[in-house]
């Protein structure tokens, strides 16, 4: 397993906002609503560029219930066969520890800025999350 956050390509006519809320409902099978925020703009080792989001949420994400869109590729390699594959597995949540230790490599700027988001004092309880 490789853990990362939803990802894909910008569409044609589609910002990144909203690639961002359209990718992560085709990788877990549910959208997530609220106030969202640039986290900012990452290069991962390979070349690609990110730009990343980040939301405050109350999520009544079921783990049991994700559903994840396909892709297609051959596999095994160079066999002629195409095969179908989810986009995502499995999904599970993590203490903000455990999330650092997990994320890919290329995702280590991201997941950094996260982090320093999250442990940021709210304003109204000044309790960090």
């Given at each position: 397993m490789?853990?990362?956050?939803?990802?894909?390509l910008?569409?044609?006519?589609?910002?990144?906002?909203?690639?961002?809320?359209?990718?992560?409902?085709?990788?877990?099978?549910?959208?997530?609503?609220?106030?969202?925020?640039?986290?900012?703009?990452?290069?991962?080792?390979?070349?690609?560029?990110?730009v990343?989001?980040?939301?405050?949420?109350?999520?009544?994400?079921?783990?049991?219930?994700?559903?994840?869109?396909?892709?297609?590729?051959?596999?095994?390699?160079?066999?002629?066969?195409?095969?179908?594959f989810?986009?995502?597995?499995?999904?599970?949540?993590?203490?903000?520890?455990?999330?650092?230790?997990?994320?890919?490599?290329?995702?280590?700027?991201?997941?950094?800025?996260?982090?320093?988001?999250?442990?940021?004092?709210?304003?109204?309880?000044?309790?960090?999350?």
């Amino acid at each position: 397993m490789l853990p990362t956050c939803p990802s894909g390509l910008v569409e044609p006519g589609e910002d990144e906002l909203a690639a961002a809320k359209r990718e992560t409902f085709e990788e877990l099978g549910g959208g997530i609503d609220g106030d969202f925020n640039p986290l900012g703009e990452y290069r991962q080792p390979g070349g690609k560029v990110v730009v990343a989001w980040y939301v405050e949420a109350d999520l009544t994400l079921d783990l049991n219930d994700i559903r994840s869109s396909e892709f297609q590729m051959e596999w095994p390699l160079r066999s002629g066969r195409i095969r179908r594959f989810p986009e995502v597995d499995r999904a599970d949540w993590f203490s903000l520890k455990d999330a650092a230790g997990r994320m890919l490599k290329g995702s280590g700027p991201c997941s950094t800025t996260s982090l320093l988001i999250l442990r940021k004092p709210t304003s109204d309880s000044g309790v960090s999350a």
